[in-house]
Nanobody
Framework: VQLVESGVGLVQAGDSLRLSCAAS????????MGWYRQAPGKQRELVAT????????NYADSVKGRVTLSRDNAKNTMYLQMNSLKPDDTAVYYC?????????WGQGTQVTVSS
């Protein structure tokens, strides 16, 4: 499975942005996709996940109410819509896919929120 992220990199506090993650390869084997982020000097943390079967979503408390995760199965693409962005949302955002016991990562995309 190969994952490629894309989206706007620099926004102001209060703005919105949408990140995309396009999957290719053995996408039929994926059972869950999600977004993680890593801020400078901090550990990588979960942002949101979505199951491939029922489309069930899970959000981190820090983004709940501001973020919507969705996917287009026909395009094998997942979208992360983030609203009311804060400087604390500044991080490298990584797309992740679980396929059986294997975990795949995208290369990451920088999101910077200026105050």
């Amino acid at each position: 499975v190969q994952l490629v992220e894309s989206g706007v990199g620099l926004v102001q506090a209060g703005d919105s942005l949408r990140l995309s993650c396009a999957a290719s390869g053995s996408t039929f084997s994926m059972n869950r996709m999600g977004w993680y982020r890593q801020a400078p000097g901090k550990q990588r943390e979960l942002v949101a996940t979505i199951t491939n079967g029922g489309g069930r979503t899970n959000y981190a408390d820090s983004v709940k109410g501001r973020v919507t995760l969705s996917r287009d199965n026909a395009k094998n693409t997942m979208y992360l819509q983030m609203n009311s962005l804060k400087p604390d949302d500044t991080a490298v955002y990584y797309c992740n896919a679980l396929a059986g016991f294997r975990s795949y990562w995208g290369q990451g995309t920088q999101v910077t929120v200026s105050s």
